[in-house]
């Protein structure tokens, strides 16, 4: 048996050696608390930023590059049925940040209502197949029917917050979305989604010296004023 070589005072390796895996094996996209021996390992590797956590007891390599295909993976757990990742939790996995508190969710309306356990909200929409992508092997509203359905469903400081950070991230042009929420039917809060639609045009020409969008884009809500 060969002899320990190592001094007896030599100090432990740190956690983010333990946890790099051989050049030859990648470590998993997605770790969970049970895969490195509980919470306390977790949190500890959490502390020595080994691992990034991305939502609830559901983290990744601290090597590895987050996408958004990646933040929707995370998401995987509550999106049973044929739920769709939607509003504030899509503009997570768009954009990063802190994530939600809840995962939102939607299902096409007039279907069976998904079992989604855990911190969720879920409710019926319609005209979801069209808007819909796949991330990772899981759905999430395409971008602008995210930017719609935020302005449409949060108060406005929540709604051009999450506007902004989505165009940011996806390049999506404001006044698409603004026109798309506007074809839509029976749009309960439309005046105040335009509001939103406006004050997140401004915030976006405020960080920018290109054209202001707010101008294309209070025309394309005032020319919808009748609907």
Known sequence: MAANTSHPNSPAPQLSTLLAPPP???PPLLIRPDAVGGTVAWNDLIRHQAIIPLVDNVATSAHRTITPALRAQALADYVAGSAVIAGPSAVWVYAGGPPPALVHLVHPHGTHRPEVWGAAEVRGAVGLHPD????GGIPVTSPLRTCADCAISQDIDAAVEAMVRLVAATGI???????RMECRHRVQG???????????????AATTTATPPSVTTAAVTDSFSRL
């Not at 819909?132 to 991330?135: A, V």
């Open 132 to 135: 819909t992508i796949i991330l």
């Open 173 to 179: 042009s404001l006044d698409m979305a603004a026109f």
């Open 190 to 204: 439309r005046n105040r989604a335009r509001l939103a639609f406006r004050q997140a045009a401004q915030a976006l």
């Open 24 to 26: 030859s094996q990648a």
